[in-house]
């Protein structure tokens, strides 16, 4: 698996997808024991190859000046004993997961006799494509053989020789328990081009999925000629109704923003009921001055808040992935409804409110793949919702939307079981 | 609702598009109750209207000429009494359907004490494209606006003052029931440009529908922006088990071949097991003698039945939608399963055995949207499914496979319940 720049990379990236392709036809049979097995032999084959992982982690380590990675960046780059063990524990959890292939989601019998089956089958082959740390690698590979699906992993290139070396035991022990290698691939080039190549086999991949930048995102939406499962950006809201209990809103709101700032599901808007407006936004401002989260307000913020600057229209539709804020005040929960619809990106909305009706209201007519009730938006992730490991958080509605976990990587398929049965 | 052919095309598709959405978010808070209400008193609205809606009918049978149809498709467009009723029933029908939207799909406590529930959503906005009879106008509103989805209707130019005349009813009794007029639009002109601009309104539309056609189909694929739900040929196959009943075996091929030899859930090929060969295919040769069925056999169906003519390997992926089969004779149920995951379009197949492993074999290891069990390709179908009317059947594993009906419509999102939950 040497990294190699100058191969014919129309035909590599070719015969990668037709592998992939074939050896998804073989998972698609291969039994939920075998796929959890291999999970739990590679989870230890992880941790007695550290020595071997971190000599080629440190590779990685060594090129980051190179890439002009930041210190922060290089960071989240190294695998010590600690993240490799949280790797192998995130394998044996998904090996811990029910196998999805094969379940029955629905039935019925015809009033002719006919039995209809709804089964879950695989998807096929899945083209990932991240810019994320190398723990992504191992996690994406599970997630995708649990659902049956065979992956085409394309990581960044700063992490390559650390993908590379988890992805060789992954596929050593996927041989030793009956699941193609092929069912696991790493791009071996770190060719942009190769990204494009891969978005044309639609012949042979299934489904593609972009996990990172927004750049990254719109240019595989645009390329790809298969389906995309993309997750854009997160400008996540919390409203704070009118009759909110305070307290509760002021540490919802500071979760929200300061629990870590650069994920999609921080809150990146406050939106405030003008009646509490003047009693809750100097204690939220003080929360914030705290921690040296600056609030943009709209005019009614500005006047309460002294240290508030000015919002512009471009502030509410920001996704700061930082220590700022954008404020509204509101009129109405219709009005705060609005708002949020208009300029949310769809990802997570939360309200804070002690009233049933407004409860209700704003859960029915907030579009957005999950809405909060008196909780922290940093609650949508698959790993809270109870989905296991996820490979995103979609924006879309289409196929799959929030955390996409196991099943959001299946299709199904009818079985329908007559006696000789004739249409008349 | 003039046929405006020289109106800035643009701008009038935009509009249209704006419009849906603005009365898709109305429409997704509409009750169930006032959904089925619309649905039956509009039912009632076209019997009532059946002497305009012919008057509507006898406009497009006069244009037939202009666009050249034969006698069978001017008989397939004429709204006869009987058919205007049988619009009818189809809407009631609908209206007897739970509503899916607002439904709880799963549902979870989590350790930490916050509430989980998986929600069924309408997707927004439908663009639904179709060469076909008068009678999918109002299925197609009914199912969108059942869903919860607005709808823009791009029907044949054939048919379109029957369509007008259809949708204007539709529209007048959802006013009353308090959905938005302009969650059923008809596209006014038959300008072919307009499907371009629909299909680059990724921002307002949320899904294209294409039926008819497959170079239709290719072309709303291609230019499409928003996600598509697509059927292509149908290409369906019959296998013959060496263990197969061949009565029942040619009851079945018969069914599946002649019912009805222009729709997609027709066999277009058969598939014998060897050991059965000599025996089975004289009979279906004489069936199909009787019906005039031309067989298109490999070499060794061709020294068995003398009528047969030779087939190339194009037969194998022809889907004739007429008299016409291709035969092919296998020497394992595995030879047979290879060749139907080749050569077939991932529609409906068929397994006519008595043998349970054959059976399972056989419903495990084929990859179409539908597969059978010693009944007709027939079968697959969104009323013989009890799914209700549909939309299409959709050949992509992506979001729905096999016959779509109302909850094909849909998407999902998380509603999470706390009590002031903040992630540790």
């Not at 490799?84 to 015809?110: C, N, W």
Request: a negative charge; proline letters at 3%.
């Amino acid at each position: 698996m040497a990294i190699a720049d100058d191969l014919d990379l129309n035909s590599y990236c070719l015969e990668t997808a037709q592998k992939a392709q074939a050896a998804s036809r073989v998972l698609a049979t291969v039994s939920g024991q075998a796929k959890n097995d291999w999970l739990k032999a590679s989870a230890a084959a992880l941790r007695e190859a550290y020595d071997s992982i971190a000599e080629a982690n440190q590779q990685d380590i060594e090129n980051a000046p190179k890439y002009g990675l930041t210190d922060a960046q290089v960071d989240r780059l190294r695998l010590t004993k600690d993240r490799v063990e949280g790797i192998a524990g995130a394998l044996e959890e998904i090996a811990m997961f029910p196998d999805p292939i094969g379940a029955t989601i629905e039935s019925s019998v015809r009033p002719n006799g006919l039995a209809i089956q709804k089964i879950r089958v695989p998807l096929g082959v899945v083209f990932f494509i991240y810019e994320s740390r190398p723990n992504v690698t191992a996690d994406a590979a599970a997630i995708c053989v649990k659902s049956g699906n065979a992956v085409i992993l394309r990581g960044g290139k700063e992490a390559i020789h650390s993908s590379q070396a988890i992805v060789q035991i992954l596929q050593d022990k996927a041989v030793e328990y009956g699941i193609p290698a092929d069912a696991i691939q790493l791009v071996s080039t770190t060719d942009r081009a190769a990204v494009g190549h891969f978005l044309k086999l639609n012949q042979y991949i299934d489904v593609a999925i972009p996990r990172g930048g927004e750049g990254l995102i719109r240019r595989v939406s645009e390329e790809a000629t298969m389906p995309v499962i993309k997750h854009f950006a997160g400008n996540c809201h919390v409203y704070v109704d009118q009759s909110a209990d305070l307290e509760m809103a002021v540490d919802i709101v500071v979760n929200s923003k300061c629990h870590r700032y650069g994920v999609c599901n921080a809150a990146e808007s406050l939106v405030v009921h003008q009646t509490v407006a003047e009693k809750f936004l100097p204690m939220i401002a003080d929360a914030f001055a705290e921690k040296n989260v600056e609030m943009r307000g709209d005019e009614a913020t500005c006047k309460i808040v002294a240290a508030a600057k000015p919002a512009t229209e471009e502030d509410f539709y920001a996704e700061y992935l930082g220590p700022i804020i954008s404020v509204k005040v509101v009129g109405s929960i219709e009005e705060a409804i609005a708002h949020i619809n208009q300029h949310s990106s769809k990802h997570t909305e939360s309200i804070v409110t002690e009233s049933l009706a407004a409860s209700r209201q704003f859960t029915a007519q907030i579009d957005s793949s999950a809405v909060m009730v008196n909780a922290s938006t940093r609650f949508n992730d698959g790993g809270e919702f109870g989905l296991g490991a996820e490979i995103g958080i979609s924006t879309d509605k289409f196929h799959a939307r929030g955390p996409c976990g196991i099943e959001a990587l299946t299709s199904y398929k009818y079985i329908v079981m007559g006696e000789g049965h004739v249409r008349q």
